[in-house]
């Protein structure tokens, strides 16, 4: 099986638990609005729990859960940034963004509602029969997508915008490694928190691929197809915006990319020949045309 | 000590134990906001906590932890309902809201941050020893708190305002049983998780207690003082909204909540005089004038 289709299969283990978990919720536009949140996407982060999970011999129907929560968890975030009064988005995914499609209102309700609906799939016994691992669930995805972790990268970002001078190359770093990076770094150790095994390699993995992950946006921020990738793409030029590519220019932001993404490759060195999935997701995020 | 000593001495704990949590957490705008948003109040969420919890004799130490958790879950709600796209007011306990003092992306994070914040609290050691009792904690108030929940309620409200009939008696009663009723169960249950002992007797105290206070909220929105409410009252009442009041009138609303504290009151009997003071707040919220 070919990566992409190892990403697509995942890709539909999550769809297929989501689906479950979403078809209790009904049909008020608010519940609309949580299915349509969390559909489609590429589910990197989902793809990182199982495939991190699966190191370890985690069953999938345990690994999926985990999944599922950081996706919905995503998917909150992207519904709130795109609202009028953060980055004004009208187009996600190639469809309307939730407040176009319905109204800002539902839209807050559905990013608050799925946020909520991540730490419930976590703390369900289906996660994981032992209470300690699903609380160590919980607590390690609270810290990443707190005020700690996600909410103070989107912060930073926000304050950027008002501070006389653009970003540094290390302030930039540091506000990716909350804003992207605490969601991609939980999501592969949370793989290592289902089997109560040691998350060290993959926090080191998976800090490098963040990384790598945030450069290449902002690549495809610069050269991107707009059609392809199915949301407004320029912004932060658009913006004036200091980011990886500015300060390293194209060539510099490939070259500094590529070393991050080798960087992650060799972190799996302790799992030898199980961990190629994993490293071909280091060579993926670097790679992606979309 | 009187009731109104013992709420205050309970909303004093757990406000040190909110400026503890919150001094970790730097001086952005969205962390200076979550401080601003989670002072003041009456902690009735807060002190039904601690109050169940000290039935069982749970130390305070454990029940302000769960209780900062509600009370930091209902002001990320209060922030998010306050947006200009929600209910757009400008001032809560007498204090411009926090998108009018900051901004709307800042009110969103705060939300979203203080949303987190909850959940991280319930999951940390120090709310109880036991992990069973942490994650049930996590679990029950993810239940309550999302969209087949609180948010379910706030949709339902935002449905009734395009509807062209106004909602019946029994409309209005499930409605609010998930919008204000649903935390406030929670509140009284947790008391009993952290003891790990029946919580029915308490989840039929607070549900009858949840109706009342939420009565007694539509005939403060009437009849109250704004100046004293800190809030802009008659709201209801501008925009054409179906209430307890409009269909019970004033005093058979009156009578009604009445009924409902006797109600809670008796639910109270396995515990015989020690839940005093639980039987003083059902009495308590129907008789606010703030």
Do not use: N
Request: charged content about 25%; aromatic content about 4%; overall charge negative.
């Amino acid at each position: 099986m070919s990566f992409s289709q190892r990403l697509a299969a995942r890709a539909d283990q999550i769809q297929t638990c989501l689906d479950d978990v979403l078809s209790t919720f009904g049909h008020l536009p608010v519940t609309e609005g949580m299915r349509y949140a969390t559909r489609g996407g590429k589910r990197l982060r989902g793809f990182l729990v199982m495939e991190a999970g699966a190191l370890f011999d985690v069953p999938d129907a345990q690994s999926v859960r985990a999944a599922a929560a950081i996706e919905v968890l995503h998917a909150y975030s992207l519904v709130h940034d795109d609202l009028p009064c953060m980055d004004d988005d009208d187009l996600r995914r190639g469809l309307p963004t939730v407040h176009r499609k319905w109204d800002e209102a539902t839209a807050v309700l559905v990013g608050d509602a799925l946020q909520t609906l991540a730490f419930e799939l976590l703390a369900g016994e289906a996660t994981h029969p032992s209470v300690s691992v699903r609380i160590g669930l919980v607590a390690t995805l609270a810290t990443a997508a707190g005020a700690q972790g996600m909410v103070l990268g989107q912060a930073l970002d926000i304050a950027a915008e008002t501070t006389a001078r653009p970003l540094t190359l290390d302030e930039i770093t540091e506000l990716q490694a909350s804003k992207t990076g605490a969601l991609i770094r939980w999501s592969a150790e949370a793989g290592a928190i289902l089997a109560e095994a040691d998350p060290v390699p993959l926090r080191a993995y998976a800090t490098a691929l963040g990384l790598a992950f945030q450069i290449a946006d902002d690549i495809l921020d610069v050269e991107g197809d707009a059609a392809k990738a199915g949301k407004r793409l320029q912004k932060d030029a658009d913006a004036g915006k200091a980011t990886f590519v500015s300060h390293l220019g194209l060539d510099g932001a490939r070259a500094r990319a590529l070393a991050l993404a080798d960087e992650a490759q060799a972190a799996l060195d302790p799992y030898g020949a199980r961990a190629e999935t994993l490293r071909e997701a280091a060579r993926f995020v670097i790679a992606r045309d979309l």
